[in-house]
């Protein structure tokens, strides 16, 4: 198309122009998918390592908690172990004693904070649970009960939300 | 070919073509793309809620009221399918396909309770001890979907 302004401008000076379409059309449809999965509010949840998460239609969005995570080894209290899986399912008792210990004391901070002042949230019994989709529900069980036992008691399921 | 060259260039001669000057479109997409780049996020998390009968008084002030069954529905979870119960309705057992459970089965009598009971919104899901957490999300996934929000796990 610029075959004619190219020659002539070829002759008086050593400039050729560059074709710029297929380079638009290309940034076109990558601003359009980039623009689609963008997100103003950022990410508040961050997932542990070798954790994968449910798949689910659920479109609530995640609040920030305290998080309970549980991969196929070990029971995390926000990020730091508690327990191993193993020793949980082994013993005969529903109740977890680390992690409901570790929650106790969770569950006191949160209500010192809250009894400090009003602006701050304080106490409000939310926990994200984080589990892993292999996990059994033996294994869910017993981190609902001993969370539900200190007060949790409502749970945040995380799932990967499925377009 | 030479023919061909000769008509354009006749034709261009009467259209007199303009030429874009995209370079400032160029500049805004080289800004725009690795801004959006940086920002994308291409997992989506969200949270499914769910609520235990509480034990506590405090958190129990909090958490928002229940409203009142009308109907109790039971849905158990086995490895070998799904058992359904609800008063008045008799449901079969929901065996294994070929496909894992059958979802197809459970859709058709959650409908059968949604017409005998439209206002009917609760269900208690009971798996057994081995099924797996992927499973329990699906089930509430489809719960969901047939119209009962109000998911209760029972132990």
């Known amino acids: ?163 | 070919m030479n023919i061909k060259e000769s008509t354009r260039r006749k034709l261009r001669g009467h259209a007199g073509e303009a030429e874009l000057n995209l370079t400032a479109v160029m500049n805004v997409f080289l800004i725009l793309v690795p801004f959006l780049l940086i920002t994308a996020s291409f997992v989506h998390i969200a949270v499914l809620e769910l609520t235990l009968p509480s034990l506590d008084r405090q958190s129990a002030a909090v958490a928002p009221p229940k409203p009142e069954s009308v109907v109790l529905n039971v849905l158990l979870i086995r490895q070998t399918g799904f058992e359904l119960k609800s008063p008045d309705l008799k449901f079969s057992n929901l065996g294994i396909t070929g496909q894992g459970y059958d979802w197809q089965g459970l859709a058709g009598q959650l409908n059968r309770i949604k017409t005998k009971y439209p206002d009917s919104e609760d269900i208690i899901i009971s798996p057994e001890d081995d099924i797996k957490y992927d499973t329990i999300i699906k089930v509430m996934d489809r719960l969901r979907e047939a119209g009962f929000p109000n998911i209760s796990i029972s132990g």
């Open chain 1, 1 to 163: 198309m610029i075959d004619i302004k190219r020659k002539s401008r070829h002759a008086k000076k050593s400039t050729f122009a560059l074709k710029l379409t297929p380079l638009i059309d290309m940034m076109t449809i990558l601003l359009v998918f980039l623009l689609k999965s963008y997100s103003a509010e950022g990410q508040i949840v961050t997932v542990t390592q070798d954790l994968r998460l449910p798949e689910s239609t659920a479109d609530t969005r995640p609040r920030v908690t305290s998080v309970v995570a549980v991969t196929s080894e070990w029971i995390l209290l926000d990020g730091r172990p508690i327990s191993r899986v193993r020793r949980v399912l082994d013993s005969d008792r529903l109740l977890i004693p680390e992690l409901s210990q570790e929650l106790t004391r969770l569950r006191a901070i949160s209500q010192g904070i809250g009894d400090m002042s009003n602006q701050m949230a304080g106490f409000q019994g939310n926990i994200a649970i984080q589990g892993d989709r292999e996990i059994t529900f033996d294994l869910l069980k017993r981190i609902m009960l001993t969370c539900g036992r200190i007060g949790y008691n409502n749970m945040l399921l995380t799932v990967l939300q499925r377009n």
